[in-house]
């Protein structure tokens, strides 16, 4: 079946604009995460969501948003870009009936910010 | 409050010789402990998850509750497992993972 897909997969931003990340899960699966991956910090948790409502936020302000459609499929949002937030933007999707822990990561988004 | 350690950002060792990628996590509860790799150009994914007791590719982790640590071990080294290892903690009060920084794993020939 397929994986988890990501669009788009590359993009270049200037700061002060904002930018929508678009993920689509493994069908069945109504668990969808975001992480922001950077050499220096590794995968930061950003948010989670399962059928339409956000079950845990990480540490980010309030600039990164998101949501979830019936469909599960889940955009996440950046709004008022900065140069910090160049980054590897990763989704990943499960079951999510319970946290079994296995995870399905997409390619990802790679958003530069000049 | 829970945390996974992975006191190493590089790790370089040669191929042939025996792998330790260094987990260590604080937890009250009973943790769940998972390995994830992410070889170059490739999607993040699941190595192996202690609950499994199974060898992945060569690799095997063991949860010590004593010094909790769940460390990735092999014993001789390829070049293709040349990657970039997480390790990760759950816990059933909250539905996210709890990561360690990552170890990249480089093997010379």
């Known amino acids: 079946k397929a994986g988890v897909t990501q669009t788009p997969r590359y993009l270049i931003k200037t700061r002060g604009q904002q930018v929508t990340l678009s993920c689509s899960p493994i069908s069945g699966h109504r668990s969808v995460s975001w992480y922001q991956q950077t050499p220096g910090q590794g995968l930061q948790f950003l948010f989670e969501?399962?059928?339409?409502?956000?079950?845990n936020k990480g540490n980010f302000p309030g600039r990164f948003s998101g949501r979830q459609f019936s469909n599960s499929r889940s955009e996440m949002n950046v709004s008022t870009l900065e140069l910090g937030d160049s980054a590897l933007y990763l989704c990943a999707s499960t079951r999510g009936g319970s946290n079994t822990g296995e995870l399905f990561f997409g390619e990802g988004s790679r958003l530069t910010v000049l | 409050a829970q945390r996974v350690t992975q006191p190493e950002k590089l790790l370089s060792v040669f191929k042939g010789a025996p792998v330790e990628l260094k987990c260590n996590y604080s937890?009250?509860?009973?943790?769940?402990l998972f390995w994830y790799v992410q070889y170059s150009r490739q999607r993040l994914q699941l190595l192996l998850r202690h609950i499994s007791r199974e060898s992945i590719k060569g690799f095997t982790a063991d949860l010590n509750k004593g010094e909790t640590s769940f460390h990735l071990k092999k014993p001789f080294a390829q070049e293709e497992d040349s990657a970039m290892y997480y390790c990760a903690l759950s816990h059933d009060s909250n539905y996210q993972l709890i990561w360690g920084a990552g170890t990249k794993l480089i093997i010379k020939p």
């Open positions: 969501y399962f059928s339409e409502t956000q079950r």
């Open positions: 937890y009250s509860g009973s943790p769940e």
